[in-house]
């Protein structure tokens, strides 16, 4: 119920449809309250359906048995989401006027909790021109509505209800006796209870009493009557009105402190599911003083203790602390200021400060709300810190788990080579002469060999730490291709002895990259397909451009890789189960790492053999560079 505001969002959503060509729903809520709405308003919202359904517009109406914000709040996420909403759009109007005892709630209040429920979709607040927005009916609560002083509007009601008494009265005296017309008053009094309090009601009695006497009761147009019998009916009805009074009034007063519940445990509802979805004490601090200050019209001030229990120093010269610690220590505040503990498990999280309370919400109801709202800070305050906990903990164990991974793998590729090369001594010193030189020979090849596995397992170590501490930066330049194969091929040119390498590049092409980061990555990529492929077969290394890319693949004729491997051959120590013992493990992973520093990506598949390929940017070459290198 858009209380007016229904062809404005019409008109508003049509616009927005057209101008960017996509369709749109309206969805029309009908509340209990919403029924009891004018005709005039009730006509305006059937002439904007039915002009949305004109322009194109998928109309959905839906019926709500239970007047609650979550259940608006609920339906409207629900019908975004099935159609993936990219823009709502809301009227900064009050949903309905207020029927009997129901106040309808303001749309544009739930705009917080949609944005945080629909964060990929963009929340419009259509504002009507030239009207302002209607501010939020104030409910009475007990004490204000029999203390305080009769308007004119509650003056000019009464006056109203004994005319319409007296007209009816007049109506039916001649068939009635006059006792009975009294009956007729008593109705007028008990409605006037109901709408003004008590001060109303006792009004509303004694000037029916004087009415009564003056018109009704023989001598008519005088106040003194000539039964005697009058004057009982006048106690009589005295008594029953002050008692009609008493309970219309209690009643209204009920009924008030029922609203009030009522429209405090919206706001607790709206504010628990703000703080389900904020994850920073920034997010909870934005949705507890966003709430005070939307329901209560204050200012409020979410003041968090650090993980030591110490408040923080502010920028106002300590006067923000101070106050803080007088709240903590239970000492009473300034005038015109409240605050709140924030405590979860008996254990203080913050100061939740208030300034600016205005009077008519500075009551029981409304201090208790407040405090429900620290309770709710509080508890969401400990969830994010238990969650932070928890998460820290979580990196702490996966370090844990890093490191002796690392320790094993290392453990491991080190006591292989360091068996073989103490064995090879060993033997050397304890055969001495008795060995031939043959064997001596082999025996110190076997060392050599072991000893550079060690160093080439011992430099990949030092350059992934180099790269993964964020100690190596980048220097990119523009570099040969014909240079960038050669220098990766000298750097293998042992392993690939017994391969053929075969080139598909243009020797006059120019890549942006790295030199020696890139001849790294191209040499350990040649390695590992001489490692993985058997001898004599064919090693492809193809480089091509491509507008603002360059791509890099090296494709072996080896077994290939394993079933669902195809990201887990660039962890670190990873060797796939046809790789036995050859290399360290660590070869793939810096080529991931390289490319990665390079802003590209790296991939592995299956063709006939293994097949990796590097995708790298490239920017567009300056008429500089092209006269360099041409000449």
Known sequence: MADGQAAELVEQAALLSRTQAIPWRVVYLETVASRYASPRIRQAVARALQEAELAGAEVLRLSLEIDSASRVVSTLVQQAQSVRATHVLLGNLAMGRRYWFNTGERISDFAETLMAYLPHARVHIVATPGRRDMPRPHLELEGEAGTAALGRRAIGQVLSVLALCTAVCALIAPHLHPINLSLIYMGGVFYVALRHGLKAALLTMLLAVLLFDWIFVEPRWSLKPTDPQYFFTFLITLCVGLAASRLGSQSRQAALQALVMAQHAQS????????????????????????????????????????????????????????????????????????????????????????????????????????????????????????????????????????????????????????????????????????????????????????????????????????????????????????????????????????????????????????????????????????????????????????????????????????????????????????????????????????????????????????????????????????????
């Open 268 to 631: 607790l509802s709206l504010l628990s599911q703000s703080l389900a979805h904020a994850m920073t004490p920034e997010q909870i601090t934005q949705a507890v003083t966003g709430s005070i200050g939307r329901d209560l019209g204050a200012q409020a001030r979410l003041i968090l203790l650090d993980t030591d229990g110490r408040l923080p120093v502010s920028d106002d010269d300590g006067a923000t602390t101070q106050t803080a610690e007088r709240v903590l220590r239970g000492e009473a505040l300034a005038a015109g200021r409240q605050g709140f503990v924030l405590a979860a498990g008996g254990t203080p999280l913050g100061v939740l400060l208030v300034d600016g309370l205005p009077a008519r919400h500075q009551g029981a109801g409304d201090l208790h709300l407040l405090q429900a709202y620290a309770n709710q800070a509080a508890v969401a305050i400990a969830r994010c810190r238990y969650a932070q906990r928890s998460e820290q903990a979580a990196i702490a164990a996966e370090t844990e788990r890093i490191r002796n991974t690392l320790l094993a793998g290392i453990s491991h590729d080190f006591r292989t080579p360091l068996t073989a090369i103490i064995g090879a001594a060993s033997a050397v010193l304890s055969q001495g002469r008795s060995i031939t030189l043959e064997q001596r020979n082999a025996l110190a090849q076997t060392v050599l060999d072991q000893a550079t596995r060690l160093q080439s397992l011992t430099s990949d170590l030092l350059d992934m730490a180099r790269l993964q501490d964020g100690r190596v930066r980048l220097t990119p330049e523009w570099c040969p291709v014909e240079d960038l194969v050669q220098d990766a091929r000298a750097a293998v040119a042992g392993a690939l002895n017994r391969h053929v390498l075969e080139l598909d590049l243009d020797p006059n092409d120019v890549v942006w990259c790295d030199t020696t980061l890139m001849v790294q990555a191209l040499a350990n990529l040649l390695l590992n397909a001489s490692q993985h492929s058997p001898a004599g077969s064919r090693i492809q290394l193809r480089i091509a451009l491509s507008p603002g890319w360059w791509t890099l693949r090296v494709h072996d004729e080896g077994p290939g890789l394993a079933a669902g491997s195809e990201r887990e051959v660039f962890q670190k120590f990873y060797r796939g189960p046809q790789g036995g013992s050859q290399g360290t493990g660590l070869g793939l992973a810096i080529c991931d790492v390289v490319t990665r520093l390079h802003g590209g990506h790296i991939e592995a598949r299956n063709d006939h053999g293994a097949v990796f390929e590097l995708t790298l940017p490239q920017p567009e070459r300056m008429p500089e560079l092209e006269e360099a290198l041409h000449g």
